[in-house]
């Protein structure tokens, strides 16, 4: 199951002391992630970040990060600055797992999309579901502690919120914590479509859903919405999972 290997994954980060250890191999591996930064996670922008200058990146600001890249040679388009300003703020500061407005932002960062931080804003299901998940990963890289917090009412409400206006009547899995809040926006019309979303995804082969159709039929919608997320997130984690081990592995 994708939830297991996740899981797993996160763990594994968590634990890894090693991929600080500098050494010629990991310096050319966390360039190389950072010259091409196209559809790196902020957990490998990070880890490759970590990999050169040390700890102590994690407390410069912005705009020294990005002067000292360029002193390098390396200048990190705006989506990538955003997933790393997003990760080192997940470390420091676990708010965004508790206020909505910060919710939203670190979602569009890390996802690669832009953002309007003087706006509210919806967040599409996949890209929540990612976030949750990404954070927790980013939260096992802190030097003082892993802690990976609840997600408190207001950003559960949100969440709920999103899922409902994107025709959702249940939550991914890396969003099932919202699973009640989301309940209580819907009308008791759904109920016995709900049950058998329910019992369907329990049942369905998650390792076959990229060669699997969907009927356009109520229970068939939802589906493939639920379908459409966990791919996206089976997808995203495998590009981290190579750029992550790839900086472990060298010597």
Known sequence: MLDELLNKFRDRVSSLDNYTVKTAARDTVARSILMNPTRKSATALLMALRNIFGI???????????????????DLPEDARNKVQAAISLIHNPIFFSDNLVFQRITKALNGEPFDPESLQECH??????????????RGLDPETQAIPEIDEDVQQYIAVCLKRAGYIYPPDQLKVVEDNLLGLLP???KSTLEDVKKSWAHLDKEALQDRTFLEDPLGVQLAQLASCYEYVKSNAALMATDVLEIEHAV
Do not use: C, N, Q, R
Not at 125 to 138: D, F, G, K, N, T
């Open 125 to 138: 299901p996949a890209h929540m579901a990612w976030a949750v998940y990404e954070a927790s990963v980013i």
């Open 56 to 74: 102590d990146v994690l407390f410069w600001e912005p705009e020294t990060i990005w002067l000292t890249l360029d002193k390098e040679g390396i």
């Open 188 to 190: 008791a019309s759904v």
